[in-house]
T-cell receptor, first 112, second 111 residues
Framework: EDKVVQSPLSLVVHEGDTVTLNCSYEVTNFRSLLWYKQEKKAPTFLFMLTSSGIEKKSGRLSSILDKKELFSILNITATQTGDSAVYLCVWRSGGSNYKLTFGKGTLLTVNP | NAGVTQTPKFQVLKTGQSMTLQCAQDMNHNSMYWYRQDPGMGLRLIYYSASEGTTDKGEVPNGYNVSRLNKREFSLRLESAAPSQTSVYFC??????????FGPGTRLTVL
């Protein structure tokens, strides 16, 4: 059975800190990994990763995938209170199966 | 573009009542999805529609039916609501099957 494990489950930091969120997986027939940010409502898309070692960046956020070691990390530098959210790691299997496997998320709280 | 819209935002039902959750997208996406999100369980796929005219079961389809009315609209129906269906329901759409864009969610309580 496909499994996605995110760590830590929750994290509290101060504004300006740098955080690293982890995601490891046991997924058959890997196709892509996605990161989403969920505040009070719907998840919003951050990144999609398909190749190992290629960092994706968007402002203060970046993410990288290691397909050999089966994990991904999401980094946030110079955190702001607006970064407080649940960050979801999602794995997509290949083939015609549309199943996405969601991690349970990391709750990040950034205090002023 | 409004993106993905869902109605209603909130709903309270009694056990045994029926209702339909509506979802529409204006991004010309081919695929649409219904998820439920429960505390400690993450997001779970109920049904999906890879393209107009097709629907398939996801991880937790029991107790639900769907209709892909046209390319824009994908509805989720609860024929006889049960307390176990109390959840937050998200609709999503995608052009391909990777990056999905989510609607704002419907919070459903079944008493």
């Amino acid at each position: 059975e496909d499994k996605v494990v995110q760590s830590p489950l929750s994290l509290v930091v101060h504004e300006g800190d740098t955080v690293t969120l982890n995601c490891s997986y046991e997924v058959t027939n890997f196709r892509s990994l996605l990161w989403y940010k969920q505040e009070k409502k719907a998840p919003t898309f951050l990144f999609m990763l398909t190749s190992s070692g290629i960092e994706k960046k968007s402002g203060r956020l970046s993410s990288i995938l290691d397909k050999k070691e089966l994990f991904s990390i999401l980094n946030i530098t110079a955190t702001q209170t607006g970064d407080s959210a649940v960050y979801l790691c999602v794995w997509r299997s290949g083939g015609s199966n549309y199943k996405l496997t969601f991690g349970k998320g990391t709750l990040l709280t950034v205090n002023p | 573009n409004a993106g993905v819209t869902q109605t209603p935002k909130f709903q309270v039902l009694k056990t045994g009542q029926s209702m339909t959750l509506q979802c529409a997208q204006d991004m010309n996406h081919n695929s649409m999805y219904w998820y439920r999100q429960d505390p400690g369980m993450g997001l779970r796929l109920i049904y999906y529609s890879a393209s107009e005219g097709t629907t398939d079961k996801g991880e937790v389809p029991n107790g639900y039916n769907v209709s892909r009315l046209n390319k824009r609209e994908f509805s989720l129906r609860l024929e006889s609501a049960a307390p176990s269906q109390t959840s937050v329901y998200f609709c999503a759409s995608s052009l391909s099957t990777d990056t999905q864009y989510f609607g704002p969610g419907t919070r459903l309580t079944v008493l």
